[in-house]
């Protein structure tokens, strides 16, 4: 985007997201406050359609699903891309129903409020750990926490979440399940036998221990008479309690190697239904006599059956573990099983729940260490850092290509005119390519990576620079001859920012026809040649005065036939951050938005940022401000999981300033800034987020890094102060608060942005506690652990 274009101030804004306030209390127990950290809030169509493609189809992902049985479609919602998410659980509300899912990849309780397949929000809670299981009522979540024996309950509508911690004898927690009088109940194991604990509304603890021994602690559920029922996966059995007088009754062997898992009751409370993972079964118990069982084999072999759940009708839903697919067991008036495939392949299929309305949710992922194929990453000791520049012209000493070698930056975004390689109608020989030859064999040269963005018509193909052309056969025949000519680039992105009304703005079907038609001549002049959609600038919107069309996006996707793109593309600038905070932190929450909206069409693809950056003049730049974006925004890229982000630019291309080098090709400070990223996170591989548990204040944001060492790999964190009215107003505004940071160590070397190094010990404090403490300010800093 023109960087000028994001200057302006806005007199009105886009409201959206779910705002929830965190209302302190007083708490029991082993209680921690936790602070509600908002991602996204979502308002999109869920077209159905088959446009997955398997170039990415080992990206990271995550997907909230609604299936309507009764036509066998799914509505998908993505979720952030490491969160991972295992357990899931619905609770209506008149006409909305709230979907409360646990994402132990991010430490965060996930909640989507859906009232349609175009009105949902989703929001996220901050949790002390990784959750894995959930119960839901319409005022509080429970959840467990199985690394620390805790379980946590979250206030729906204070948003306070409390823990409690369990007895130290017990572990292997494994289900939670509420009853009608707000209790909850869990299962652990204590030595060799199966705990069943119940946690009162003012958090007494009562267990009662299964007398047989030998057993592992599964699933549990609460029929209608309030019988407490629990899977005994070690030994085949399922069990019955009485919460009244503390009796447990066993069923029938369901047999010695079965393993019972997971458990649900029917609507009539006549029976009990058991998913039998080892024996390919669901297994049918009656609550009263316990004395026979029913059992149904599974017809796809070994498909390893998990979570179950039953709809009004008594129709049976379960995971299928191995298959990745949804099942559907009836057995009336016959038996008949039915497979749900999901939209999306390749993902880990792990919970479900029945809604009142009986449709059924699901929470699937792909594993964030996978690695994206074959989009910029080859093989993880191939990694590619997501680190690049924008450059425009010939490439070469005198427009600072020297000095992105010299940076270690991995990539280099640059453009392919077509008005200058063919400025008169002709044919492929006759094409000029001398300038571009050149700017292309430097990158070769240097081992820099390319982006290579096609733009520019010839006035005699199309009345428009960067839009539709008169005659898509003539930028067919450019475009073949273009990929032909440069093997080795392997990604080429179709014009700058496309939504611009003048270009294809408003015009959203044009630009996923363009699409269509020239994808099979890239395929075929290059087969391992990428498709980049043209980096969308989203923001600065016609109705608020801008040159940018809001729902580009969605009209494309909705008019792409088959295959249009093999990566999506989209541009950051931190002066819209108020737009984008309710999805994620500054370019992480357009990302997370992006993502929703490509998978409400079904499109699962690559995400990159071709441009993104902080200007070094204006009203709300300075050197020393966009010195202290740069490793922001590559933290949070990481974070984000992209996998390429372009600095726009190398040098000043209006009046904004926002070049790493000035006119004279003299580095300003982000320049040093962008040398110390490359070295240490360049190299570095993402591990995580920091939770606001472990920095200790609400605006201290850090991610953590793995990093080789001289002993081997090492942790490296980068943290600063994220100064509220960064995301809170327009323009942004830096703040000068400080925060206190004890990081769990004897020695460490602080790190500034310019890579200057300083050891700290812990005793610098005046204490010798096994902590360092440091003072973190919003201007980043790297926590090397291995000085």
């Known amino acids: 985007m023109e960087v000028a274009e994001h200057h302006s101030l806005f007199r009105a804004r886009w409201t959206i997201g779910l705002v929830l306030a965190i209302v302190a209390g007083t708490l029991m127990c082993a209680v921690v406050l936790i602070g509600l950290s908002k991602i996204p809030a979502s308002r999109a169509s869920a077209i159905m359609s088959d446009n997955v493609q398997s170039a990415a189809s080992l990206a990271p992902s995550a997907f909230l699903y609604r299936l309507e049985p009764a036509s066998g479609t799914f509505i998908t919602i993505a979720l952030p891309l490491n969160s991972r998410p295992s357990d899931v659980s619905v609770v209506s509300d008149t006409l909305l129903y709230h979907i409360w899912f646990t994402e132990p990849g991010l430490m965060r309780l996930g909640q989507v409020v859906y009232t349609s397949s175009a009105e949902y929000v989703l929001t996220e809670y901050t949790v002390p750990g990784a959750p894995r299981d959930l119960a839901a009522s319409a005022t509080e979540v429970w959840f467990t926490l199985p690394a620390s024996d805790q379980v946590g309950r979250l206030d729906v509508d204070s948003g306070v979440i409390t823990t409690i911690t369990l007895s130290p004898d017990h572990s292997d927690l494994a289900d939670i399940v509420l009853d009608t009088e707000g209790r909850a109940w869990v299962t652990q194991r204590a030595a060799d036998q199966i705990v069943v604990t119940t946690i009162s509304p003012t958090n007494v603890i ?35 309690l009485n919460p009244l007088d503390g009796t447990f009754q066993a069923s029938p062997s369901l047999g010695s190697s079965s393993r019972p898992d997971r458990l649900a009751h029917d609507s009539r409370g006549e029976h009990v239904w058991a998913a039998l993972v080892n024996a390919n079964q669901l297994a049918q118990l009656p609550t009263a006599p316990l004395m026979s069982v029913s059992f149904y084999t599974i017809p796809a072999a070994n498909s390893q059956p998990g979570t179950i759940g039953l709809d009004t009708l008594d129709r049976v839903y379960f995971v299928q573990q191995a298959t990745n697919r949804l099942g559907q067991l009836i057995i009336t008036p016959t038996t008949q099983f039915v497979d749900y495939s999901l939209p999306q392949a390749d993902l ?12 059924v949710w699901a929470v699937a992922y792909r594993d964030v260490h996978q690695l994206f194929v074959p989009l910029l990453m080859r093989n993880y000791d191939e990694f590619i850092p997501p680190i690049g520049i924008q450059m425009y012209g010939s490439l070469g000493p005198s427009n600072g290509f020297t000095r992105v070698v ?17 400025p008169v109608n002709t044919t492929p020989d006759q094409y000029q390519w001398s300038a571009l030859d050149a700017s292309l064999q430097a990158t070769f040269d240097a ?17 428009y620079r960067s839009g539709p052309v008169t005659n898509v056969a003539d930028l067919q025949e450019f475009v073949g001859a273009l990929v032909v000519r440069y093997p080795q680039v392997k990604y080429w992105e179709f014009y ?4 611009r009304v003048g270009r294809f703005g408003l015009n959203g079907i044009a630009y996923a026809q363009m699409l269509q038609a020239i994808y099979p001549n890239v395929k075929a002049a290059n087969a391992t040649a990428q498709v980049v959609m043209g980096g969308l600038a989203l923001d600065n919107f016609i109705e608020e005065g801008g040159p940018f069309d809001r729902n580009f996006l969605p009209d494309v996707l909705a008019h792409c036939a088959g295959t249009c793109f093999d990566v999506a593309n989209f541009h950051y600038y931190p002066f819209y951050r108020w737009r984008w905070e309710p999805y994620g932190h500054d370019l992480i929450g357009k990302a997370n938005y992006v993502w929703q909206v490509l998978a409400a069409y079904n499109y699962i693809r690559p995400l990159i940022d071709s441009e993104t950056g902080w200007p070094s003049a204006t009203n709300w730049g300075s050197p020393e401000l966009q010195a202290r974006y740069v490793p922001k925004v590559y933290a949070r890229s990481y974070a984000a999981g992209l996998p390429l982000a372009i600095w726009y630019a190398m040098i000043d291309a209006d009046s904004g300033n926002s070049g790493l080098l000035d006119p004279s090709l003299t580095p300003r400070p982000a320049y040093a800034a962008l040398q110390t990223v490359t070295s240490l996170l360049g190299p570095a591989r993402f591990v995580r987020t920091i939770s606001v548990t472990e920095t200790g204040a609400p605006n201290l944001e850090g991610y953590q890094f793995s990093a080789w ?13 994220d100064c509220p009215s960064m995301y809170s107003g327009i323009p942004p505004v830096d703040c000068d608060d400080v925060a206190p940071l004890r990081i769990a160590a004897t020695r460490v070397a602080k790190i500034d942005k310019l890579g200057n190094r300083v050891i700290v010990d812990d005793a610098d404090d005046g204490y010798r506690d096994g902590f360092v403490t440091l003072g973190v300010l919003s201007s980043p800093i790297y ?3 291995e000085p």
């Open 206 to 240: 009562t267990p009662y221990l299964i007398p047989a021994r030998g057993s592992k602690p599964g699933g549990l559920t609460i029929d209608h008479h309030g019988d407490v029922w629990v899977a005994a996966t070690a030994t085949g059995y399922v069990w019955r």
């Open 348 to 359: 880990k299929l792990t919970s479900l729940a029945v809604a009142p309305d009986d449709a």
């Open 406 to 422: 010299e940076s270690k930056a991995s990539w280099v975004r640059t453009q392919a005119l077509w008005a200058d390689i063919e």
């Open 447 to 463: 081992n820099v990576n390319v982006l290579v963005t096609i733009d520019d018509n010839p006035a005699w193909a199309s009345p």
């Open 496 to 499: 700058n920012e496309p939504d």
């Open 709 to 721: 060492g001289l002993s081997g790999k090492k942790r490296l964190d980068v943290y600063w102060y």
């Open 783 to 785: 926590v090397d652990y």
